[in-house]
C-alpha cells in the first residue's frame, strides 16, 4: 500500500511555527524512504533566523525547540507510552547522537479513526499529561519536546502507519487541516517548510 494517504485530517503536533528538517510526501524530500515504515515521516524542529539553538549547542535546554509543548495531531486512544529514557548528548554540528538503543527514545503511539497510528518520538523524560488507555483531543497538549533517542538535538519526529509497527507498518502520506505553510494554506508539507496550526492552542 505504497503512497497511501490519510483519511484522517492531522494538524501540526506543535504550538507556534516550526521548521520542517526532514519528510515530505514524495521521495526526494523523505528523510527515511529506504526504512519503510518511517517512509512519510517528517522531524519538526524550531529554527530561528537559521539556527536551532543559542550560545553552547551541547546543552538541551539551549534549543529553541526543548521544553515546548507538543499537541494531540487527531482525536484518538493513546494506545503506548513508553518513558524513562534520559536525554541524549546534544552536539553543536547537529550530528546524530547514538546515546540510546531505540531510535524513538521516549515516544507515544495514538490510535486514531480508520485504523491509524501516529508515533511521536524524541519527547521528554517525564513530560507526559496523558497515560495509555486515555482519550485524547485533536489540539490537547500531551507530553513536552525533549532530546531522547538517537536525535540531532531536541525536536520531535511523527509519522503515521496503517499498523503499531513503527518499522514495517505500511507508511501512510499525512494530509493536514487548518495548517498554514509558509504562510499559506495548504494540505501537505515538505522539507524547508515552515509549518504552523491557524487555530491557537495553548
Not at 509497527?165 to 522539507?191: A, G, T, W
Amino acid at each position: 500500500m505504497i503512497n497511501k494517504k490519510t483519511k484522517n485530517k492531522y494538524i501540526i503536533p506543535t504550538i507556534g511555527k516550526w521548521y520542517i528538517t526532514y519528510g515530505g510526501y514524495k521521495k526526494k524530500d523523505s528523510h527515511s524512504y529506504d526504512i519503510y515504515g518511517q517512509r512519510w515521516a517528517y522531524d519538526f524542529d524550531k529554527n530561528i533566523d537559521g539556527k536551532y539553538y543559542h550560545d553552547d549547542g551541547h546543552i538541551n535546554e539551549n534549543y529553541f525547540g526543548y521544553n515546548e509543548p507538543i499537541i494531540s495531531p487527531v482525536d484518538g486512544f493513546v494506545l503506548v507510552i513508553i518513558d524513562g529514557i534520559k536525554d541524549s548528548k546534544a552536539y553543536p554540528d547537529l550530528r546524530v547522537s547514538q546515546d540510546t538503543k531505540d531510535v524513538r527514545g521516549n515516544y507515544i503511539i495514538i490510535k486514531a479513526d480508520n485504523n491509524e497510528y501516529v508515533t511521536i518520538c524524541h519527547i521528554k523524560k517525564n513530560s507526559f499529561t496523558v497515560k495509555e488507555g486515555d482519550i485524547v483531543r485533536q489540539g490537547q497538549i500531551i507530553a513536552r519536546v525533549g532530546n531522547s533517542g538517537r536525535t540531532k538535538g531536541a525536536h520531535i519526529h511523527m509519522q503515521v502507519n496503517n499498523g503499531i509497527d513503527f518499522f514495517n507498518s505500511d507508511p501512510l502520506i499525512i494530509k493536514f487541516k487548518d495548517i498554514l505553510v509558509n504562510n499559506k494554506s495548504k494540505k501537505y508539507i515538505k522539507v524547508g517548510d515552515f509549518v504552523e496550526n491557524k487555530k491557537e492552542y495553548e
